[in-house]
């Protein structure tokens, strides 16, 4: 017995060692990579000493004497802080995912290669001014400092995968315009599904499906007006893969931006307000910085990890904002190939070679897959990695079209004038954006930035490719594209919505958003006669529905004609019938109108569908808000007949009646049986998590990389969005990237938050420190004046030369 004793105790004794080593490791690995904001640091190459304060937050303001000293100075220290998710996109645009995590993300990487982003970006290079090359190059000598001086502290996620980062080249944040563009195109997402759908239901019901944009009374530019009502829209292949949406890397969908005159505003200046809406994860996708060069340039506002420049924000002069203009970037070319050579294809009568590119692609584990991609004159032939069997599709692209958007956020950086404005904002073709404007000198503005093919037929189809008849004949000239300049009213908002109205000569898309949160952003803005930045604050983070007003009241109509609801049903639709439409996360009402919303969808188009090509279509937000307000509009439309049920034919009030009853008991097997006391935030959800941690939850435990869950209020619809994918109710996933509100009047009033934090290491104290001021609708404040800067430092730093 002593000696099981003996034995038993010592196993003990070394399995808690094991379990302080173990300790002791993962504690090592994850902590390695903090810095010491406050330590001082020398690096090759900086001409001039730096200063770098860091406020409460972390956020960096860097104070440099030239431009090149700034721009090395910001990528050491976004490098401090963001390296490996840098390293994470930059392999999303060159296609290198599968040498990381594994075979799965291979056709991932296929289709990223096809899509040329790096050729683009040498292209870009060698057309830049010198001053964004010299720019780009300094940034990538202080990532390549930072890299060479913490090769043996690098952060966490490097040694779960089991490799280093390469060296950071400049064409690695030019890369960053391609993996825009290609996130920002609707036709690539919404065309997706409809192929399938049509071969499967009738024309009528299809056509219930399509944006009807000439019904859409909103639009942003009043003074233009559009033609072309598309009549019917072709589609194409299988959807993309949903990986990159799981690793946080698919991230872009709508946003809110709009500025008022000093008429408008309290303060005599103007006031200005913009929110990106991306996908919500840690790290989250913008970095905070302020940049100085003493009577030169005082920027700031928020960068995307890769690269040195702000994307959105202000200088001493003007602010900047920017929404997804939702442009029909994409055509499809259906292509005659040649029966003895797969490698040509018919072009105005003769055979053309198409190009090959080889390419082979690094698995992790050390196999090499070679694959061979097509190219025709227009672009990538995509149906022989989509699936499409029976035809040869190729792709014309607006992200292969020449674009430097870069080139132009680096003049915005710099622009002190609405010509300023104008001159530098040209450069957005690929990344089509309505970006708004506001000046100290009491100026406002916004323009549709984008570049918008000229081209022949019904953009919607399919184009034969056997002629040059529907190839693109160049873009509309910047000059005749909509925009607004110190309007009447003295407002400018957009919100993803219909650019223009009829008469407008050019097609830019059929893929806008629906109206509800525009219109409540002008609802409020006509509110007070004057608005303040805290009315802004509020406009921001509200969360009333115009949305719930288009279908309630039938909802409520076709219920009270049923008069033997059980009391559980009875108590709901009485509180449906007294809420306010506000989406706060301790209400019931909201989770009612919610659920009743997607299962009156399941009801509407399953029966068709099936469950396959039902989930498919749930990938898409557009067709779905789309098809619900069709619907709506028509009752009597053959989408309410269960086609599954052949004696007789289903009425949308039956549909109203069975989807209400239906969402009631699911709701009470979630919550309990007494209505009032459900509450939205307790289904809906958020919860920040990171590329690897929100896949392998034995590395979230270890290592502690996801944050929440939280209950929060809000949905799709509402102005200050917390939305989730209809495929996976009520999770939320995207919402509200960032929040500025900037006061021309003083910039040091402003207000900013993000969802996540400066640091993108999990040990960090400043990894999503602002996450609970962004979900409580609170700000930091955002001071740019070197003494209130000073002030408000929790770290400095100092920067020197070798």
Avoid at 525 to 535: C, M, R, V
Wanted: net charge neutral; glycine share 6%.
């Amino acid at each position: 017995m002593r000696l099981f004793r003996r034995i038993f105790i010592l196993l003990g004794i070394i399995l808690l060692l094991a379990l302080i080593v173990a300790g002791f490791v993962v504690y090592q690995t994850g902590h390695r990579a903090l810095p010491d904001y406050n330590e001082d640091v020398r690096l090759k190459g900086i001409r001039q000493d730096v200063k770098v304060f860091r406020d409460s937050a972390a956020v960096p303001h860097v104070y440099a004497g030239n431009t090149h000293d700034l721009y090395m100075a910001t990528g050491y220290l976004m490098a401090q802080d963001r390296l490996w998710q840098m390293d994470l996109l930059r392999r999303v645009t060159q296609g290198r995912l599968s040498e990381i995590f594994g075979k799965q993300m291979l056709e991932d990487d296929v289709i990223m290669r096809s899509l040329r982003i790096p050729h683009k970006s040498r292209q870009v290079l060698n057309r830049s001014d010198q001053q964004v090359i010299d720019a780009l190059r300094a940034f990538a000598a202080g990532v390549n400092t930072y890299i060479d001086q913490h090769s043996e502290d690098l952060p966490p996620e490097f040694a779960l995968l089991g490799y280093k980062p390469e060296t950071w080249k400049p064409e690695h944040s030019v890369n960053l315009i391609g993996y825009m563009a290609w996130d920002l195109a609707p036709a690539w997402h919404a065309e997706v599904v409809l192929n399938k759908i049509a071969s499967k239901v009738s024309e009528e019901k299809w056509e219930m499906m399509i944006p009807r944009v000439k019904e859409q009374k909103s639009h942003i530019y009043p003074e233009y007006q559009y033609s072309e009502e598309l009549s019917q829209v072709m589609p194409l292949f299988l959807d993309h893969s949903q990986r990159l949406d799981q690793l946080g890397l698919k991230v872009f969908t709508g946003s809110n931006n709009w500025a008022v005159s000093g008429k408008k505003s309290t303060t005599g200046k103007p006031l200005f307000a913009n929110d990106m809406h991306l996908g919500l994860f840690a790290p989250g996708i913008w970095y905070q910085v302020h940049q100085v060069i003493e009577g030169e340039l005082n920027v700031t506002g928020v960068a995307l990890p890769g690269q040195p420049l702000v994307v959105s924000g202000h200088n001493d002069t003007i602010a900047w904002g920017m929404t997804n203009v939702m442009l029909d970037d994409m055509d499809f070319y259906r292509e005659t190939v040649n029966p003895e050579d797969s490698t040509q294809y018919r072009y105005n009568g003769q055979w053309r070679d198409m190009e090959v590119q080889s390419e082979k692609f690094a698995i992790k584990g050390g196999d090499t897959i070679p694959r061979s991609l097509l190219f025709t004159h227009r672009g990538p032939v995509i149906s022989r990695f989509k699936e499409v069997q029976d035809q040869t599709l190729s792709m014309r692209w607006i992200g292969n079209e020449y674009s430097n958007e870069l080139n132009a956020i680096y003049l915005l950086n710099r622009a002190g004038s609405w010509t300023d404005f104008k001159h530098a904002v040209k450069g957005f073709k690929s990344i089509s954006q309505n970006i708004n404007y506001a000046d100290i000198h009491g100026n406002i503005g916004l323009y549709c930035c984008a570049g918008v093919p000229l081209r022949e037929g019904n953009p919607g189809k399919i184009y034969p490719g056997d002629t040059s008849r529907y190839d693109w004949k160049g873009f509309v000239p910047f000059e005749d594209l909509p925009h607004q300049y110190n309007p009447e009213d003295g407002m400018v908002s957009s919100a993803n919505n219909k650019t223009v109205d009829p008469d407008y000569p050019h097609h830019i898309s059929h893929w806008f958003d629906l109206a509800p949160r525009i219109d409540r952003i002008r609802q409020m803005l006509k509110e007070k006669k004057k608005l303040s930045p805290e009315d802004f604050m509020e406009i921001q983070t509200d969360h009333r529905s115009l949305m719930v007003n288009l279908f309630r009241e039938d909802i409520i109509a076709q219920l009270e004609k049923k008069d033997d609801m059980p009391s559980m049903h009875q108590k709901s639709l009485q509180l449906l019938k007294d809420w306010d439409a506000v989406y706060r996360k301790g209400e019931p009402a909201p989770a009612i109108f919610e659920q009743f919303y997607l299962t009156f969808l399941k009801n509407l188009i399953k029966d068709e569908l099936g469950e396959e090509l039902y989930r498919e279509y749930l990938g898409s937000k557009i067709l779905v808000r789309n098809l619900m307000k069709n619907v709506w509009a028509n009752p009597q439309c053959s989408w309410c007949d269960n086609v599954t049920t052949t004696t007789r034919r289903e009425t949308f009030a039956e549909l109203v009646r069975k989807s209400f009853s239906q969402a009631v008991e699911r709701l009470s097997k979630q919550m309990g049986k007494q209505p009032e006391r459900w509450e939205w935030g307790r289904i809906h959800q958020l919860e920040l998590k990171h590329p690897i941690g929100g896949q392998v939850p034995i590395i979230d435990l270890l290592f502690n990389m996801n944050r929440g869950p939280f209950e929060v209020g809000g949905s799709f619809h509402t102005v200050c969005p917390y939305s989730y994918s209809f495929r996976n109710p009520f999770s939320v996933n995207h919402g509200a990237s960032h929040r500025h509100v900037y006061s021309a009047a003083d910039w040091d009033q402003s207000r900013t938050i993000i969802p996540t934090g400066t640091s993108g290491i999990p040990a960090s104290e400043y990894y999503c420190d602002q996450t609970e001021r962004y979900i409580n609708k609170s700000y930091r404040q955002d001071v740019v004046s070197r003494k209130r800067v000073e002030e408000k430092a929790r770290y400095q730093m100092n920067i020197s030369g070798k």
